[in-house]
């Protein structure tokens, strides 16, 4: 899963190919690892998506652990493998009441009131880009920082926490990177659970006592909706709105950030896709769904099925945990025409990269929202872009995308 090869996106995706082909759903067994079938087909994954009772995300890690982390993690946390308070472990009824706490708040309709401010964020990010000579590291340059402000803008996290929010949450995803692993974690088996538990803690004690302060001020803010929601007429515990925020604070950039090199890097591989949409700014929301079906940041989620069943023809039994492959879904040729081609006006898109059912992405609103403001006001003054270097990607299975990008690009 880990090896240096798999940081090559031919070696994945051609793999993702062979999948498709030969073994749409086929079980996968390596060693460390419980057994797992591999999804691969985009109508397989919504399949699987829409009927949250028969695979759960509330019963085994959504998230795939190797099995010295997972018991880890149980062996912390009363034999259960639910790590964190979060709406992406829980199943109905209980995941309808938490999602229902900021449904609403996250409706385009709500969003559009902070429309301006997110505006002032990317002017800002775009002006910086381009008073450099051109020759940057875009991830490090641009990409990382810009979601992180509109993520904790809208949380009420203060700028000046940002740094700490952003280290947190790359040593949670990148819990089995080397470049990102922490000196107070030991080089064990479980390391990737120790990470994870480490960068958690961190959070908790970041939140701690901000649920009381946000229900004596409340601000407008999603700390404050959070905060001072009721489910069956009581507040959520300490423990749910941590959860609540820690999934927002880092589901919330990182994926984003990881779509905007995606489609920087694409503008130098397809000059000619930069050039129709600058002369066509109409085609900018089409772009945004493009760079996120291109991108796909989240690798994976998984689901356990709780009873005997079968799909696509295959034999599922109770207890056997199944892996969404995002990237895969959307280089499925039976959905997409010329699925390897970065074509910005792709219509329609049907991409999988939020998922579906339930659990799709609570905060699809706000990443493409924020991306469309970001490429109104970069693309206009951006000419082109070329690379200097090898892209680097980061070495994870659930949520990655590049850790360096660099280029030269030209001003318009
Ligand atoms: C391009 C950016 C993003 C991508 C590709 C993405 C992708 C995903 C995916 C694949 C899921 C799981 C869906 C499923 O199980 O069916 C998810 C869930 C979630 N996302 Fe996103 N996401 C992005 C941005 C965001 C942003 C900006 C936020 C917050 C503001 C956010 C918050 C969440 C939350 C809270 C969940 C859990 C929902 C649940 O379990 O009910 N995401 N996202």
């Not at 419980?34 to 759960?56: G, N, R, Y």
């Not at 997110?118 to 990409?143: C, H, P």
């Not at 080397?178 to 088996?189: A, M």
């Not at 990182?254 to 995606?262: E, V």
């Amino acid at each position: 899963m880990l090896a240096e090869s798999h940081t090559d996106e031919k070696v994945f995706y051609g793999a993702y190919k062979w999948l498709r082909e030969n073994r749409p759903v086929g079980l996968a067994k390596l060693d460390g690892f419980d057994p797992v079938w591999l999804i691969s087909k985009h109508a397989d994954i919504m399949e699987v998506e829409k009927q949250p009772e028969l695979f759960t995300s509330g019963v085994e890690n959504p998230i795939l652990n190797d099995q010295a982390s997972d018991a880890f993690i149980r062996s912390i946390n009363n034999g259960t493998v639910r790590a964190i308070d979060m709406v992406t472990y829980m199943d109905p009824p209980e995941h309808t009441k938490m999602r229902g706490v900021t449904a609403q708040w996250f409706m385009p309709r709500n969003l559009r009131t902070f429309e301006e401010r997110i505006r002032g964020l990317a002017r800002a990010a775009v002006d910086k880009l381009l008073e450099s000579d051109g020759r940057v590291d875009i991830v490090q340059d641009f990409a990382l920082r810009f979601p992180l402000h509109v993520i904790m803008t809208l949380l009420g996290v203060p700028e000046s926490d940002e740094p700490r929010m952003l280290k947190l949450t790359q040593e949670l995803f990148g819990a089995n990177d080397p470049e990102q692993q922490r000196d107070d974690v030991k080089l064990e088996p479980d390391v990737a659970a120790r990470m994870w538990m480490a960068a958690v803690g961190d959070f908790y004690a970041y939140f701690s006592g901000l649920s009381d302060h946000r229900r004596a001020n409340p601000a407008d803010d999603l700390l404050s909706v959070i905060a001072n929601a009721k489910v069956d007429g009581e507040y959520l515990s300490e423990s749910l709105c941590n959860g609540y925020y820690l999934a927002i604070a880092t589901a919330g950039h990182d994926t984003t950030s990881s779509t905007i090199s995606g489609a920087m890097r694409a503008f130098a591989e397809f000059p000619e896709e930069l050039k129709r949409v600058r002369e066509d700014l109409s085609l900018i929301p089409s772009l945004v769904d493009e760079a996120i079906r291109w991108v796909a940041p989240v690798k994976h989620f998984m689901r356990a099925a709780s009873r005997d069943t079968t799909l696509h023809g295959q034999e599922i039994k109770s207890g056997d945990r199944l892996m969404l492959c995002y990237p895969s879904g959307n280089r499925d040729e039976d959905v997409f025409d010329s699925p390897d081609v970065f074509d910005v006006t792709r219509k329609p898109n049907r991409h999988i990269s939020f998922g579906y059912g339930p659990h799709m992405c609570l905060g699809q609103h706000v990443a493409k929202l924020e991306m469309r403001i970001l490429f109104e006001e970069l693309i206009p003054r951006l000419k082109s872009v070329d690379l200097t270097g090898d892209p680097k990607l980061s070495q994870a299975n659930f949520v990655g995308g590049l850790t360096r990008l660099p280029v030269q690009f030209t001003k318009a």
